[in-house]
Structures are given as C-alpha cells and as structure tokens.
C-alpha cells in the first residue's frame, strides 16, 4: 500500500539526514555542557551528626521536663522554627531568607535506639555550609535552654506558691492551738521558723507543758491533737514542697541542654558537590539531540513526500 511507510524508508531517511541528526545533537550536547559548566552552580553538602543522653542526675520531679523538651522530635522542630533560624541569618550575614535556609535542612535518624540525629545542609557555597549547620546547633540549644528555664521558672513559682499556703495554713494552726492554751490557762506554744538544718517548724514543748497536757480532759485532749495533727500536716507539706523547690533550683545552673545534647560529628561539607551531575546532564542531551534530530529528519522527509 501506497500510505504504508515500511522501516527500510524509515532507515533511509535517518542515513540521509544523518549530517543534520549530527549537527542538532551537537548542539544539544553543548547547551547541556554550557549549562552544566557555566550557569548551574554546584550544590554541596554538609552533615553534623547529634547524639542525645541520659540526663541521670536529675531529680524525679524535674526529669519529665527535660525528657519532654529534649526529644529528637522537638530539636528538629526548635532548630527549622524562626527563633533558631533568624538569629543564624542575622549573626552571619548571610542572603538568606528563612524559608529559603530552612528549605535546605534535612534530618534523618541513626541507629535502632535513634539516639542519635544526622542534619544535612545544601548550599552552593561550600564555604558557608559547616558555618551555617555550627550556628544552627548553637541557636537550637539556646532556645532549648531558654524553654527549659522559663519550665523550670513556672515550676518554682508553684513550689513557692504552694510553701506560701502551707505557711499561711500553719499560722491559722498555730493561732488555734494557742487560742486553746490562753483559755486554759497552759503555756503558749511556741515555734521556731528555722533550725539548723534548714526550713523547720519545731514545738517548744516542755516537760511541764506535757504534764500538764496528760491532766487535761479527754475531749479538750482531744481538741488538742486535732490543732496538732494540723500543724504537723501543713509542716510536713511546707517541708515537702521546700524540698521540691531545693531540687529544681539545683539543676538550673546545670547546663542540662549541653549535658543532654551535644555534637558526635563536627559539621563538615563534601569536597565534591553532589549536583549537578555534568556527565549525566551531558548525557541527557545528547539522548535529547539524538531524538530530536531523527524526529526533524523523519518531519522534513514526511513533508517533501507530501509536497
């Protein structure tokens, strides 16, 4: 059939255009070249690696806080956040926007226990990369730091709210129980705010006192140890919420963040760059100019049939 283009034509019209398949590949490989070597710029990477510890010192009630605020999870989220990113754009004065430096970071887990975090950084500056991924590691522990102390604060002004009630709850105690001695005519109790070991409510009580106590009537004895076992309560509270307060104000010069987080490898960027990939590139084109020359042989030859 006269319509019916068999693959021997085909061939022969590649053979024939084969000057003009040569010249479009030929430009197709130097566009691809020239582009390679002369306006993409080479992109490199950097790479840190952080490792996580226990923090085995801490007390009970202040291990949760820095377990919570010191997850992988969270660094990733504190380092890609404005306040991290922001301060390393400013100190090194970089052209940068946030959007455009945070675009760039990539995270990825090591190891089973994932105790241990890898950051990559890409840039076409290899000198600014091992800067860039240092001063982002510095500005997260520092906003890391920064939410744990403010943890810790909230935290102290709740132990010293609590400390403030109790004491309020033992001078009530107090004055009830002494109210009870001025009735009956009994020695006033007395306390002592401290003793020498430190935030201590003691009763004065003496041998005459006590004496005195035992010969009172069942029900007024009574009455007694209800005002007691009062006092006793709110001071065993006090003292226990001043233990709390001692134990968190002995972990706020600490450093946790530096002693939880800290650098396993220095940040450092590949001598080579990973993109972009000349040879493949060249590659791509001259496929692209070999295709492209075979379809304008194949295009030019149909037309010159049809005229």
Known sequence: MEDEISLKELLQAILKGKVLIGIITAIAVLIAAGYSYLIVDPVYEGRTIIGFNKVSTAPENVQPLIDELTTIQNFENVLTSPESIVPV???????????GLANQIEFSRLNEGEDHLEIKFVSS??????SILSE????????????LSNRFDLLTDEYEKQMLEEEENIDQAVDLFNDLNAHEKLPTLMLVNENTSGNQYLLDVSETYLEEFRLLDKTLQAEYNKALDKIDKHTELYNFYS?????????????IIDVKVNTVTAPRATSDPISSNKLLNIAIGLVLGLMMGVFVVLFKNYWNDEA
Do not use: C, F, H, P
């Not at 500056?125 to 091992?130: L, S």
């Open 89 to 99: 754009i400013e100190k090194l004065t970089i052209n940068r926007t946030y959007n």
């Open 243 to 255: 233990g709390k307060l001692d134990e968190v104000n002995s972990v706020k010069d600490m450093n």
């Open 125 to 130: 500056d290899q000198t600014e990369i091992e």
């Open 136 to 147: 982002l590691v510095i500005q997260t522990k520092i906003q890391l730091d920064k939410a």
